[in-house]
């Protein structure tokens, strides 16, 4: 549930914070005040595109924040793993809008993608504006519409038939890949060369490393030689440290009658000896050095030749591996390639069975799904004063896609008598408003989305009509929250909550403000509504009815 929406320096709302309680909330106000700038807003939250356009006139950024209260599912669990998001009670989405064009988007105060915000907020809110209704009549979304009302009992095949269909689609690229692929005398020969250019010189990295180690003391050894000729000579030569230590010991010794010096000439003792250990040591390691000509020239061809093996084939000499076992399939697979086509045919054929088996399983589950979506929008519609209309789901099989094999697309007959068409070919703005009421009423309520925010979906239609909508919305509201924008009376005054939007000049300035309408102030905003400019005592007294108060 939206609990808060907070909302600075946004196109023309200044600072707006307004807090939202559960039933059925609705906004009104004059044409131009700024209603839509709250849907743009929420819009924002949902991960809509950022424009610099929707940053206030003198502003240097435009900030958004919901706060949303959470009900656990599991499908949200879900995708609070995937985005690394903790699943709390609570959620805080904020976008900042910056003058450089870029955004600054934040999920309960850690920052967050554009995309994340487009991954999450499906499973918080539903915005259905005028937009969506366009939606509505593209025929590529009828089969997503089904797959929603059908989501418990679907969800698990369909998860199961896209992750085997992927399987399908890589196999089929990979025959198809193969098929075409040059499997000349020629190209087996190519192949092979590179082959045995690499298994000349594979290494692996660990032992490129030993050899760089190896050719660097080679290539440094008379300086090495020369280093410790003379560490050998200070340490070790007639006037060298071993040398002026020792006889510095005896002379320490001499005073070995003085306890006071006793314990300072045994440690003076052990320093002598443990450095004489530590020249012999470097020594030894020295002494096992030699310059070795061949082994020099024999480590130069080897890093050589590895050097340009990277070059071609990788940079690492795991890469170079990988791609040797790329070159061994291949070179095989020419050598057999008839066999290979056949066993990469058969394995197509069992993952395309396996696809196939699944769609039928899908299609079947749609099959009874989409008679029960029939009756229920039905029944909704004629609540809707659409007796008439007559409503169904119209299947044809295709080949295997994404969706499994069937197409899928929603056909209404307004009339008694009247032949079935699409959606948008055969009914009018208001008749297409109420359907397209009639199947979020259904879909929605079987859905774990929390809030539902209608755009002005009372378009097109008035009196009895407009008011059947409100109470659609009303009765959704017992299970949902509903946030409705509105510029009809009759469904105005059904809501729990009203909210005016107010535009108004300030310094030279167009401000949008908003506020939450009592009693009083609810009967004066349903009479303006009613009347029009004046509002006049009969349009009170009809706003007084409509509230029944």
Do not use: W
């Not at 199961?160 to 890589?170: C, M, N, S, V």
């Not at 050097?307 to 071609?312: P, V, Y």
């Not at 008598?417 to 703005?429: K, P, W």
Request: proline share 0%.
């Amino acid at each position: 549930m939206l609990k808060s929406l907070y909302i600075s320096s946004f196109i023309i709302i200044d600072e707006l914070r307004v807090n939202f309680d559960e039933g059925m909330s609705v906004l009104t106000g004059e044409t131009g005040a700024g209603k839509s700038i709250i849907i743009d807003a929420l819009g924002q939250l949902c991960g809509n595109r950022t424009s610099t356009s929707l940053i206030k006139k003198k502003a240097s950024k435009a900030i958004i924040e919901g706060i949303f209260d959470v009900i656990e599912s599991e499908e949200l669990k879900k995708i609070c793993e995937k985005l690394h998001i903790e699943l709390e009670e609570e959620f805080v989405i904020t976008k900042e809008i910056l003058s450089s064009g870029k955004s600054n988007v934040k999920i309960n105060y850690q920052n967050a993608s554009i995309n994340a915000l487009k991954l999450l907020m499906p499973y918080l809110i539903d915005i259905h504006s005028q937009f969506e209704t366009q939606k509505l009549f593209e025929e590529k979304n009828h089969i997503i519409l089904l797959d929603q009302y059908a989501n418990d009992e679907l969800k698990l095949y369909i998860h199961q038939y896209k992750d085997i269909y992927q399987k399908y689609k890589e196999i089929s690229s990979h025959l198809n890949h193969v098929i075409e692929e040059d499997m000349s005398d020629e190209q087996l020969d190519f192949l092979q060369s590179q082959l045995n250019e690499i298994e000349e010189s594979m290494y692996t990295d660990e032992e490129i490393e030993e050899f760089e180690s190896e050719l660097k003391l080679l290539q440094n050894y008379e300086k090495i030689n020369e280093n410790i000729q003379q560490f050998d000579f200070i340490m070790n030569s007639s006037n060298g440290v071993l040398t002026q230590m020792k006889e510095a010991l005896h002379t320490l010794q001499i005073l070995q009658d003085y306890e006071e010096f006793n314990e300072s000439y045994d440690k003076m003792y052990d320093y002598y000896y443990n450095i004489q250990d530590e020249h012999e040591n470097i020594m030894s390691i020295y002494n096992q050095f030699h310059f070795d000509e061949y082994r020099f020239n024999e480590l130069q061809d080897i890093l050589f030749k590895v050097n340009r093996l990277k070059r071609k084939y990788g940079y690492t000499m795991e890469r170079i591996n990988e791609y040797r076992i790329e070159l061994i399939e291949k070179i095989d697979n020419i050598k057999h390639r008839d066999e290979y086509i056949h066993s990469l045919q058969k394995e197509q054929k069992e993952i395309k069975n396996e696809c196939i088996k699944l769609a039928e399983n899908i299609h079947t589950i749609r099959k009874k799904y989409a008679v029960k979506f029939e009756k229920a929008i039905i029944h909704e519609l004629k609540d809707l004063y659409l007796e008439k209309a007559n409503f169904k789901v119209d299947f044809e099989k295709t080949h295997l896609n994404n969706q499994g094999i069937d197409k899928i697309s929603f056909k209404v007959a307004i009339n008694k008598g009247q032949d079935y068409s699409l959606l948008n070919e055969s009914a009018s703005g208001g008749e297409i408003s109420r359907i397209m009421l009639a199947i979020k009423t259904v879909i929605l309520s079987y859905g774990t989305i929390d809030t539902i925010v209608f755009d002005e979906v009372d378009t097109g239609v008035s009196g009895k009509v407009a008011r059947s909508i409100g109470n659609k919305m009303l009765n959704l509201s017992k299970s949902k929250q509903v946030i409705c924008i509105t510029h009809l009376p009759q469904v105005a005054s059904l809501a729990h909550h009203h909210y005016s939007i107010e535009k108004e000049m300030n310094n030279e300035e167009t401000v949008t403000s908003m506020k939450r309408l009592h009693s009083k102030e609810r009967i004066i905003e349903i009479a303006k509504m009613l009347s029009s400019e004046k509002i006049t005592d009969e349009a009170i007294e009809n706003a007084k009815q409509l509230l029944n108060v």
